[in-house]
């Protein structure tokens, strides 16, 4: 969410300085210099005070879910669970990485919490996204100096370390190498980015920000190609995660780096306008 559109949503809602100081417990001060374009590089807990307070409906939303238990998250997804004859005779819930690697090779699938979930085939505009995606990360990581390592689906994550969860996000920075094995990362990758699907959207969205916060990712990107924003949590406090939201025609700072990378969606958002996808 830019300076720009903070400031217009706080014209929506009539909103003063003061009151806006007052919702996002910050002074007054620091709430006139940032929206008044005096302070040019906000820190980034400013910006998510602001945003918070400034946000639109779908980041209510997002707050709402994320104050939920986490069964009540879990029926919100119940109708992407996976059936497959293949399968030994277990209850959802109950199947182990042993199980999803018996199934058909060409049957893509994600194991939470010993359910799974059929991912199905990513659409063309998932793969042009994500493309572009790995070229930007890749090129903006290896100019910031840091040695981590872009990799993208379908890459297996034994995130939780455990045999009843592995995921294939759809891009990741790997910063720690211990995680590294030659079959599969086991543990969690610095970042990771999920571009939405109908088949994945409320996977994504929900049971894996909730899995993705648990297991020590420190930042997690949603990208929306129907609604062209980028949801940014920012996992690395305690409590309630930090959120940003961005446009595809927004430069998006990428937050391991300490706002010295960034991605340029406009580039993305441009690509797709030239394949009139």
């Given amino acids: 969410m830019t300076i720009e559109q903070m400031n ?9 300085y ?9 002074p007054v001060s620091t709430v006139q210099k940032v929206l008044g374009g005096i302070t040019k590089h906000p820190r980034r807990e400013t910006l998510a005070a602001l945003q918070r307070v400034l946000g639109d409906e779908e980041r209510a939303w997002i707050r709402r879910y994320l104050s939920v238990d986490r069964e009540s998250r879990a029926s919100m997804v119940r109708d992407s669970m996976f059936s497959y004859a293949a399968l030994p005779e277990k209850k959802q819930g109950q199947y182990t990485i042993e199980d999803v690697e018996a199934l058909p090779g060409d049957q893509r699938v994600e194991l939470l919490d010993g359910v799974i979930y059929d991912l199905g ?11 572009e995606l790995a070229f930007s990360f890749h090129a903006q990581i ?8 872009v990799l993208f689906a379908p890459t297996d994550v034994q995130i939780a370390k455990d045999l009843f969860t592995m995921v294939q996000p759809d891009l990741m920075v790997v910063c720690d190498r211990d995680i590294l094995t030659r079959k599969r990362i086991v543990g969690a ?10 088949s994945t959207r409320a996977l994504d969205m929900e049971l ?9 990712v420190r930042e997690y990107w949603i990208v929306d190609p129907d609604k062209k924003k980028v ?8 409590g309630i995660a930090d959120i940003a939201v961005y446009t595809f025609r927004d430069t998006v700072p990428i937050g391991i780096s300490e ?3 960034s991605v340029d969606f406009a580039a993305i958002d441009d690509r797709l306008a030239e394949l009139k996808l």
């Fill in 18 to 26: 003061e009151q806006v100081a007052e919702k996002a417990e910050l």
């Fill in 231 to 238: 949801y940014i949590y920012y996992f690395e406090g305690a």
């Fill in 259 to 261: 706002g010295h990378c």
């Fill in 142 to 149: 290896a100019a910031c100096g840091r040695d981590c390592l």
């Fill in 208 to 216: 894996k920000l909730w899995k993705y916060k648990d297991t020590g």
């Fill in 121 to 131: 085939a990513p659409s063309v505009v998932h793969q042009i996204i994500l493309r």
């Fill in 8 to 16: 217009e949503r706080r014209r929506e809602l009539g909103y003063t």
């Fill in 189 to 198: 990758p610095d970042l990771l980015v999920e571009i939405l699907s109908p």
